[in-house]
């Protein structure tokens, strides 16, 4: 390819160590929350589903920062490797976000698999309570405001 252009499946089969994620998914319009949620939020990622090493640690301090009604998830999806998953909040305080990645497969057929993690809640007042889901694990993030 003289352009330098590659295809997302081409780029993650290149940096493919066992996982590689970042196509976002596209869905209908959610009316944005603006600056209304903004801040630092603090708190706890802890697995409520799943678990092994893929999971990862059964619990950890959790941060990030919503900006103009969006905030950045480090979703682990070789741990402890993460990959920036984009989140949206509404402007009735839902939490919303999904984002397709690529996983091999060890079984003995050795396949790439696509798959999906989500991140669904809700914001009330200075609480930012939300579940992350994929295919292996589950965990819930606790966080308050700053």
Known sequence: MSSGFRSAPAVCLLAL?????????TGPAVPGAGTRFDGSYEGENRLIGGGGYLCGSPGYPEAVVVSQGTFTYPFAVNPPRTTPMQVQIAADGSVHGQMQYVMQDYTPRSDLRTLWVTVTGQVSGATLDAIATDERCRRRLLLQRH
């Open 17 to 25: 160590v066992s996982g590689c994620a970042g196509i976002p998914a």
